[in-house]
């Protein structure tokens, strides 16, 4: 039997597919993922809900899943969010240092993050994460916990991400309706570098891209914090899509065209090849090019890439990533896609691994439960311990505080 106080649950509500994961944090503090119950989507449409109904009943049969799996009655969840209304941005907080002796105090310190938080939105968005990425003294930057140092002039530098408030709470209330709480929200993409990426490659610069069904998450790390992130409103349902209307196929017929024989890039052993399309009796329907298929699939990826390429140099940040690009997601189970995207960021290109948790080995290695693991790991992050029983100020402050209440 789990003790319960040490069970964290992740739920990526996606475009493709409902995915729940369970984690159970030890003494080492390393989540290990004890059960994992996943649905297809009919609900979400560009990682957003469109059918409330087909939503909650696709999330409950995930959730029986994960629960029958781990053993364990799940109560609460760590919930993902995306949609092309998600943005992040950078903003700097400035505090002057007024004592006698100009040291920095822990009050100067608090103060000064205070002042990072402090940003003007829309009066209908609200803010999911700040995340703090260094400090400054005086100009100087580098600075991971300044106190005790002089100066005359405090900075903190803060990422932060936010999205429509209408179009969060959609997603919260489709959880609530199954009687469930949600502890808190997490962007799919931050959840998915928590999953993917070492420590190593946090701190060498890193860019991590989620392609799911419905929208493609990019975060970008450096120097051991998130420095840019975003989503492009394309993912794996835009690849059905573009081959349906290029083969002349229906929509489902497509899809399964894209697993059975997609890739992306176009051999030159495949050239001239053809593929019978049958219909539901099998008898043939339709004969086409297999250079084609692979070719509408190349030009569809390769513009993907090519965006989050412009995306990320035009945020100053392509020459810090030295520790390369790593992909997740289901589009990342393409065949060859790695080896489009070296070519197109031309820098090293991994398919992302969740290998710094423990757990079953084959579901750790498949890229599109990162965003749902990350979420575990986010979970465990952000929770106090059994020994220091406190309640978030999160949870009493929070805009969404009656929806995440509610049970």
């Known amino acids: 039997m789990f003790d319960s106080s040490a069970i964290f649950v992740g739920l990526e509500v996606g475009t493709s597919k409902i995915c729940a994961v369970v984690g159970e944090v030890g003494d080492s503090g390393v989540p290990n993922i004890i059960g994992i119950g996943q649905c297809a989507s009919r609900g979400v449409r560009k990682g957003e809900i469109v059918d409330t109904a087909r939503t909650e009943e696709d999330i409950r049969h995930a959730l029986v899943e994960a629960e029958q799996m781990a053993n364990v009655e799940i109560r609460t969840v760590f919930l993902g969010v995306t949609g092309s209304h998600i943005r992040g941005f950078n903003n700097r907080g400035i505090h002057p240092i007024v004592s006698d002796n100009r040291e920095i105090t822990e009050e100067d310190l608090q103060d000064v993050i205070k002042n990072a938080k402090a940003i003007n ?41 936010h999205g429509n ?72 349902d835009h690849l059905s899509n573009d081959l349906a209307i290029g083969l002349k196929v229906p929509l489902g017929r497509a899809e399964q065209l894209k697993i059975e024989y997609g890739g992306a890039l176009v051999e030159e052993n495949i050239k001239g090849q053809t593929v019978d399309v049958v219909n539901d009796f099998g008898l043939p329907l339709k004969t086409f090019s297999l250079e084609n298929l692979r070719r509408i699939m190349w030009f569809r990826l390769e513009e993907t890439f090519d965006l989050v390429r412009r995306d990320v140099e035009e945020a100053g940040l392509y020459d810090y990533l030295r520790a390369g690009v790593y992909l ?79 049970r």
Do not use: W
């Not at 100009?139 to 405090?154: A, I, K």
């Not at 079953?360 to 986010?378: M, N, T």
């Open 121 to 161: 939105l829309p009066v209908q968005n609200h803010v999911v994460h700040s995340i703090r990425q260094g400090f400054l003294v005086d100009g100087h930057d580098g600075y991971t916990n300044p106190v005790g140092l002089l100066g005359s002039r405090l900075e903190a530098d803060m990422h932060v991400v």
């Open 165 to 236: 408030l209408n179009r969060l709470q959609n997603t919260i209330g489709a959880v609530n309706k199954l009687r469930l709480k949600v502890e808190d929200i997490a962007f799919t993409g931050l959840a998915s570098s928590l999953a993917v990426l070492p420590r190593e490659a946090k701190e060498d610069g890193a860019l991590v891209i989620d392609m799911g069904g419905g929208t493609t998450d990019v975060v970008v790390y450096a120097g051991g914090s998130v420095k840019h992130s975003g989503v492009l409103a394309v993912g794996g």
């Open 328 to 406: 997740c997601g289901g589009c990342s189970r393409i065949p060859r896609v790695a080896e489009l995207a070296e070519d197109v960021f031309g820098l090293p290109v991994f398919i992302g691994r969740s290998d710094c948790l423990s757990g079953d080995k084959s579901s750790l290695s498949q890229p599109e439960f990162a965003a749902a693991i990350g979420l575990v790991r986010f979970g465990a992050n952000r929770r106090p311990t059994k020994r220091r029983k406190k309640t978030f100020a999160f949870r009493l402050t929070h805009p969404f505080q009656d929806l995440l209440g509610r």
